[in-house]
Structure formats: structure tokens, C-alpha cells
């Protein structure tokens, strides 16, 4: 149980256009989920959190013109990155808190944009 | 600023011995401690956690440990066994879902 998903697992793109990344939790609603970066060797950077049917909240730094969230259902929440420069390229990954759970956040298996 | 601190980014151990990754933090506030394991590619996956009630919590092969005047807390692997390689995060939230992680400590069991 506790499964999350994300799409794509890798992702590829020019200089200048937007990628959207899925997150699905499998078998559980999602109240609430949330987004995260990370760099080669670094931590896991929380960049939003995001509940269901309202606007997501983003961390400090963190551009919400640029990484637009979106969670239109609890089982699903969507990561746009508008515009990608090759700065954006990073290892993103998006967990989810089950409605009836703690505070323990699972996991999706991440998504590795490269832009070029 | 960074609130909690992995101080040993890798640790080698002999399998079938004790592993103890260490994890630091300075917001007196944080009140939930997780640990995490992450290998290359993959989202983390959840391994155990302690509220800040408790000074140990414990399952199976994995226990943790919470000092919570030093703000120190420990996750104790025994017996480590190779599968155990890996990233290893902790995490920690002050009444709230949101996480700090650390920096992450990379655990290497020798066979």
C-alpha cells in the first residue's frame, strides 16, 4: 500500500519550453502533497505544498510563476515547470500524506529533467 | 540555514555489524523525526520515525533514537546486511507536515 507514482521518469526538453510532471498516489487519497528538488548530492529541497482544489504554497525562493502546481484531485497533483532553462535541470520528486494518516509523506519515484 | 545536519556524508560497515547514522538539528521546535533510505534514481522510502514523547522507538533491524537536549537523534542498523546500502536521510517537522531534510549520510555494508 502507499504507492505513489510519477510521470514521466525522465524527461528531456529545449531550452525554453515547459514540461509537466505527474504525481498519482495509487492506492490512497492525498490530502495533501508536496514537492521537492534535489540536487547531485544534496538534500531534498521542499519547493510547494499543495492541497486538494486550493493554491499550493511555495517556499521561499521558490518562483510560483515558474513551477506551476496544480492538484485537482486527491489522487493526483501536477508540476509544470514553464519556460525551462538549463538551470532547472534537477531530480524532482513529489510525496503525498494520506488523508487518514500521520505525518509520514511517500514518496513518488522522482523525475530527472534535463534541459538543453 | 541549515536545520538539521547530517555531519558524515558516507559510513562503511563490515556486514552482520552495527551501523549508527547521526543526525543534528537546531529548531527546538521540531517535534517528528523520520528516517528515510534512498537509492539513486528512486524516491525515498520511509523507514521509521519518533515523536519527540519518546526517546527510542524501535522495528526490527532499525531503531532510532532521540536526545532530545543534545538535539541529537541516531538510527542503530543491526545486523547490517548489504541490501542496506544507501542513502539515508533524516527528517524532521515541527507540527506541521512539512519536512527538513538533511543532507544525507551514504551507508555502505561490505560483504
Known amino acids: 500500500g502507499a504507492v505513489v507514482s510519477q510521470h514521466p521518469s525522465r524527461v528531456i526538453c529545449k531550452s525554453g519550453t515547459s514540461v509537466k510532471i505527474e504525481c498519482r498516489s495509487l492506492d490512497f487519497q492525498a490530502t495533501t502533497m508536496f514537492w521537492y528538488r534535489q540536487f547531485p548530492k544534496q538534500s531534498l529541497m521542499l519547493m510547494a505544498t499543495s492541497n486538494e482544489g486550493s493554491k499550493a504554497t511555495y517556499e521561499q525562493g521558490v518562483e510560483k510563476d515558474k513551477f506551476l502546481i496544480n492538484h485537482a484531485s486527491l489522487t493526483l497533483s501536477t508540476l509544470t515547470v514553464t519556460s525551462a532553462h538549463p538551470e532547472d535541470s534537477s531530480f524532482y520528486i513529489c510525496?503525498?500524506?494520506?488523508?487518514?494518516?500521520?505525518?509520514?509523506?511517500?514518496f513518488g519515484p522522482g523525475t530527472r529533467l534535463t534541459v538543453t | 540555514d541549515q536545520q538539521v545536519k547530517q555531519n558524515s556524508p558516507s559510513l562503511s560497515v563490515q556486514e552482520g555489524r552495527i551501523s549508527i547514522l547521526n543526525c543534528d538539528y537546531t529548531n527546538s521546535m521540531f517535534d517528528y523525526f523520520l528516517w528515510y533510505k534512498k537509492y539513486p534514481a528512486e524516491g525515498p522510502t520511509f523507514l521509521i520515525s519518533?515523536?519527540?514523547?519518546?526517546d527510542k522507538n524501535e522495528d526490527g533491524r532499525f531503531t532510532v533514537f532521540l536526545n532530545k537536549s543534545a538535539k541529537h537523534l541516531s538510527l542503530h542498523i543491526v545486523p547490517s546486511q548489504p541490501g542496506d546500502s544507501a542513502v539515508y536521510f533524516c527528517a524532521a517537522s515541527a507540527g506541521t507536515y512539512k519536512y527538513i531534510f538533511g543532507t544525507g549520510t551514504r551507508l555502505k555494508v561490505l560483504a
Open positions: 519518533i515523536s519527540s514523547i519518546k
Open positions: 510525496s503525498a500524506r494520506a488523508i487518514a494518516g500521520g505525518y509520514e509523506q511517500y
